[in-house]
């Protein structure tokens, strides 16, 4: 599985953006998906996390209320859009897919668990 993140960029606080990850190869259907951020100086955290049928979804506290994690696997991608964003989410983010799941229903948010990589999608949020 390769994985293509976009959609990052510079926003002013409490501003949009819509992050996507587009997925190559065919088992996208059969993987869940997350989010990660990983700011400067920081360890990548998880963001948010989605199953594969799409059912069932996680957040980091951080973002409750703000972002929302779907998924479109007739077109291999999974999307974050962010809401009211704050400096504080300014970070480099990256998708992860990882394709041997417990359950259509199973979420993952540690790193550890996740197979494959994207490869990051600066967002910069200023004040």
């Known amino acids: 599985v390769q994985l293509q993140a976009s959609g990052g960029g510079l926003v002013q606080a409490g501003g949009s953006l819509r992050l996507a990850c587009e997925a190559s190869g065919r088992t996208f259907s059969s993987s869940a998906m997350g989010w990660f951020r990983q700011a400067p100086g920081k360890e990548r955290e998880f963001v948010a996390g989605?199953?594969?049928?799409?059912?069932?979804?996680s957040y980091a506290d951080s973002v409750k209320g703000r972002f929302r994690i779907f998924r479109d696997n007739a077109n291999h991608t999974a999307y974050l859009p962010m809401n009211s964003l704050k400096p504080e989410d300014t970070a480099v983010y990256y998708c992860?897919?990882?394709?041997?799941?417990?359950?259509?229903?199973?979420?993952?948010?540690?790193?550890?668990?996740?197979?494959?990589w994207g490869q990051g999608t600066q967002v910069t949020v200023s004040s």
């Open positions: 992860a897919a990882r394709i041997y799941v417990a359950s259509s229903s199973s979420v993952y948010s540690r790193r550890s668990e996740y197979n494959y």
């Open positions: 989605i199953s594969l049928s799409g059912i069932r979804t």
